[in-house]
């Protein structure tokens, strides 16, 4: 990606950049422990798949 963004390519970057975070301690707590991860965290494989040997796709489900 270019060095030139938009400003809504960065706002829609900076909500996504504080959604990919591990939810808060207290949030356990008060769900009584319902809710353990955040389903929103991005996760980018950076190894070669055993199975095919392709190598891994740096995209994200969030991205456009």
Do not use: C
């Not at 963004?5 to 950049?17: E, N, Q, V």
């Not at 040997?53 to 456009?64: A, L």
Request: charged share 35%; aromatic share 10%.
């Amino acid at each position: 990606m270019g060095a030139n963004k938009t400003l809504s390519i960065k706002l829609r970057y900076a909500k996504k950049i504080r959604q990919n975070r591990p939810i808060p301690y207290w949030i356990r707590f008060r769900t009584d422990n319902k809710i353990r991860f955040n389903m929103l965290t991005t996760h980018v494989d950076t190894t070669p798949r055993e199975d095919t040997g392709e190598e891994p796709s740096s995209s994200s489900k969030f991205e456009d």
